[in-house]
């Protein structure tokens, strides 16, 4: 009975932590895009769009193309995973 009893404490726990962690990554559009955007800026990029040159600027930037910007894999795997979603989210380019 003990047993059970720690096994529907841990459970609930669990359940409670996942859902904790959930809400406290939950992010708006905005806080995405500047997510996203501030990995190229910090690697180098030289954005395009009039949105990103006002918020970021261009100064000290070295790579005009997207896909040429060194990044690692687990950055890129959090840039894939912020452009999923914005997609959920709606969120507009």
């Not at 529907?8 to 997510?35: K, N, R």
């Not at 790579?63 to 999923?84: F, H, K, M, Q, W």
Request: overall charge positive.
């Amino acid at each position: 009975m003990r047993l059970l009893s720690a096994a529907v404490t841990m459970s609930l726990a669990a359940a409670s932590l996942a859902t904790t962690v959930t809400v406290s990554h939950a992010q708006t559009c905005q806080e995405l895009w500047v997510e996203r955007n501030q990995y190229y800026k910090d690697a180098g990029y030289c954005f395009h769009t009039t949105r990103a040159i006002r918020y970021f600027g261009n100064a000290g930037c070295l790579y005009d193309d997207e896909g040429t910007v060194p990044l690692s894999r687990g950055i890129r795997n959090r840039i894939a995973e912020i452009a999923r979603a914005e997609r959920n989210l709606g969120c507009g380019g």
